[in-house]
């Protein structure tokens, strides 16, 4: 039992709508970090938040945005949505302090239509 | 630009004998390497890690191997058994000026299957 869990599990959108997908991190971690896993692909690291604060991003456009809350919970948002964004996106906690591993929520698979 | 490459797409494997999954990497600022198994529709989950310091870490059945020269590391699970058949990804990290750690670089990951 991880104790990393997101919502909604699927969703579908159409193109041009926004999403926002949520995460709660593991009891002890103050980071958490998105990927975006795309059919067949590894997950690809879309950006971190630490404090409240974003902490690194991946190669992502700026429609992707976040935000973590003082509980360390988290939220994904997508605007304009195109077709590549359907994908299963990936919340993982972890703790900035050391090298440890990241634990993964069961994800979201979104569809763009 | 793929930082963290597994190679082989597949593994196939018969129950009771070993698995060996590669993984190269390109960025000699890793660090950290992990491995995570993947069942469909449930997020990745942790396996075994290895700092850089280190060339070997076991834990049961898995033992992963680091060869810093090559950068190449490779999962052995010993004996393989049925319920090990999913995903398996590598992913490495960077403590590059203290701020990275749980930035995460995968593979596009290989599927072991174990067969009876």
């Known amino acids: 039992e991880t104790g990393v869990t997101q919502s909604p599990t699927h969703l579908i959108k159409t193109r041009g709508q926004q999403v926002t997908l949520r995460c709660s991190s593991q009891?002890?971690?103050?980071?958490v970090s998105w990927y975006q896993q795309a059919l067949g692909q590894g997950p690809q690291f879309i950006f971190q938040?630490?404090?409240?604060?974003?902490?690194g991003r991946g190669n992502f456009p700026p429609r992707f945005s976040g935000l973590q809350f003082p509980n360390y919970s988290s939220e994904l948002n997508v605007n304009a949505l195109e077709l590549d964004d359907s994908a299963l996106y990936l919340c993982?906690?972890?703790?900035?302090?050391?090298?440890?591993?990241?634990?993964f929520g069961q994800g979201t698979r979104l569809t763009v239509v | 630009d793929q930082q963290v490459k597994q190679n082989s797409p597949s593994l196939s494997v018969q129950e009771g004998r070993i698995s060996i999954l590669n993984c190269d990497y390109t960025?000699?600022?890793?660090?950290?390497f992990l491995w995570y198994k993947k069942y469909p529709a449930e997020g990745p989950t942790f396996l075994i890690s290895?700092?850089?310091?280190?060339d070997k870490n076991e834990d049961g059945r898995f033992t992963v191997f680091l060869n810093k020269s090559a950068k190449h590391l490779s999962l052995h699970i010993v004996p393989s058994q049925p319920g090990d058949s999913a995903v398996y990804f590598c992913?490495?990290?960077?403590?590059?000026?203290?701020?990275?750690?749980?930035?995460?670089?995968f593979g596009q990951g290989t599927i072991l299957t174990v067969h009876p």
């Open positions: 993982a906690s972890s703790s900035l302090q050391r090298h440890t591993e990241a634990f």
């Open positions: 009891s002890g971690h103050n980071t």
């Open positions: 938040y630490y404090r409240e604060e974003e902490n």
């Open positions: 960025n000699s600022m890793f660090d950290y």
């Open positions: 290895i700092s850089s310091i280190k």
């Open positions: 992913a490495a990290s960077s403590n590059a000026g203290g701020t990275s750690y749980g930035k995460l670089t």
